[in-house]
């Protein structure tokens, strides 16, 4: 039922979504990207959750998404906003490889991918940097914030320990405006949990 809002909420993106969906069950369990057991929940654990993202991004923005795997959410989001220019960071090769394979195929043209470490980024600021499932904030922020352009901001994916990763945080984000958002009400149950972190 999901998967079907979700093609609703995106139909021109449709055609895409369902090969990269395709892509995640063969090749990213093959690689070792995704586990075997993900395979029926690709749609709403990781499409859904991740296209939820989307209305949080500025039109046209710069986005950076840092710790890439196999794509999620930096893949997805280039998928659901062609407006958007992705730069997808990810410092294994087979990952990265993947992720090359798969805008290719797809015919991505507002991706790039870039094999190094976050840190390592240093020529590179965006409106909008993502991470899923990278770090905890604590650390995710050191990584994070010198690739975030002024008044831009980090959009953290979380889950329920959202509130207690902001705690741990704190000394690192003291000087950022930081908030907790629901997003995708209308395409995942339950909706996507992020930490918006503002410079």
Not at 72 to 100: K, M, N
Not at 111 to 122: S, Y
Request: proline share 5%.
């Amino acid at each position: 039922m999901k998967h079907q809002a979700l093609l609703e909420a995106f139909p021109q993106a449709g055609s895409n979504l369902e090969s990269y969906a395709n892509w995640l069950s063969t090749e990213g369990v093959v690689r070792g990207l995704i586990g075997p057991r993900e395979v029926d929940r690709i749609w709403d654990r990781h499409l859904a959750n991740c296209a939820a993202l989307a209305e949080l991004i500025p039109n046209g923005a710069r986005v950076i998404d840092i710790g890439s795997g196999a794509g999620l959410p930096g893949l997805v989001l280039a998928i659901v906003r062609p407006d958007a220019q992705i730069i997808l960071i990810e410092p294994l090769l087979r990952r990265s490889e993947f992720l090359q394979e798969v805008a290719s195929d797809l015919a991505l043209e507002n991706v790039t991918v870039i094999r190094a470490r976050a840190e390592q980024v240093k020529d590179r600021k965006a409106e909008v940097v993502t991470a899923r499932a990278v770090a905890p904030l604590e650390r995710l922020v050191g990584w994070a914030m010198p690739l975030v352009a002024q008044g831009g901001e980090l959009l953290a994916m979380k889950g329920s320990n959202a509130a207690q990763e902001i705690l741990d945080a704190q000394g690192k984000l003291a000087k950022y405006q930081v908030e907790i958002c629901q997003v995708g009400q209308a395409i995942v149950d339950p909706p996507t949990t992020i930490v918006r972190i503002t410079r």
